[in-house]
């Protein structure tokens, strides 16, 4: 087993990034840092909310203020978040056969959460697809639902789910070379489908005029790709921390849970955007 020094450094050679201390602290041993994340994630919809209503608050300021803020203080919670749960004694800590189960159960249970949270929002969907006078706006851009932009944007989304797996397998062999080229390479592109997917927002708004006050499936495409994005978004964070951290030497075949955990969550956002393209590009282009 290593240990810390106070320089940060530890007798394998490993140091870690800089960070404030723990604070603020909670009761006892626990953080307030997944609080303050929640609270930066819940002012982020209140902020899409009060730009939506921005006639009745009348500004769009106060809306884009108030989650610019929010997106801050989430990012925030975040890095303390990670930081002091896996990062700090990170090769002094015991490895215990209870730990990396509780957190993918943790894991588990959280993408519950966001299953409801999407499936919720397809069924509202749903339900008025399903009516006798649905009908598509006339700004909706059919032809471009299904066109190159679409489809090479969901190519590079898939793609990233075989080059974090790459990863994720070369690590569990203590491949590191490969390991840190698969995880860059998958930070990478979703970084790039995060751009495609501004660009096809830039194309439908300002080209078509399709927004989403443009009916039931006006409110449902911007919804859902908006939630996936900002998830993508996320996730691109959290696979950036492991990235970083792989350059400064963490992980090996025996310590790589929070590798195995940003995996589950990144599979599960690929797996939606799938099911989002068939059901809201492909079924509306139908």
Do not use: C
Request: hydrophobic share 50%; aromatic share 16%.
């Amino acid at each position: 087993m290593s240990t810390q020094t106070e320089d940060g450094h530890d007798d394998h050679g490993h140091h870690h990034l800089p960070a404030v201390e723990d604070w603020p602290r909670g009761f006892g041993e626990a953080s307030w840092w997944p609080f303050v994340t929640a609270i930066g994630g819940a002012g982020i919809y209140i902020g899409m909310a009060l730009w939506i209503l921005q006639d009745v608050v009348g500004t769009p300021l106060i809306g884009i203020g108030v989650a610019v803020g929010a997106i801050g203080l989430f990012l925030v919670g975040i890095y303390g978040w990670l930081y002091h749960a896996f990062i700090a004694k990170f090769w002094s800590r015991e490895i215990t056969s209870a730990g990396p189960v509780s957190l993918r159960w943790g894991m588990i249970a959280f993408l519950g959460s966001e299953l409801a949270t999407f499936g919720a929002i397809f069924t509202y969907y749903f339900y008025y697809r399903a009516g006798t006078e649905w009908a598509l706006p006339d700004a909706v851009p059919i032809e471009s639902l299904t066109g190159s932009l679409i489809i090479v944007n969901t190519l590079i989304l898939i793609a990233s789910s075989f080059t974090l797996h790459w990863a994720h397998h070369a690590i569990r062999h203590n491949d590191r070379k490969s390991f840190v080229r698969g995880m860059g390479l998958t930070v990478l592109l979703g970084i790039v489908f995060l751009g495609g997917q501004a660009l096809e927002y830039y194309e439908f708004i300002g080209h078509y005029g399709f927004t989403y006050a443009e009916g039931v499936y006006g409110s449902a495409f911007f919804g859902l790709t908006g939630l996936h994005g900002l998830h993508v978004a996320m996730g691109v964070v959290i696979l950036s921390i492991v990235f970083v951290r792989s350059l400064y030497g963490q992980y090996s075949a025996e310590r790589h849970l929070s590798v195995s955990t940003a995996s589950m969550y990144w599979h599960f956002v690929d797996l939606v955007w799938v099911f989002l393209v068939a059901v809201l590009y492909v079924g509306a282009a139908l």
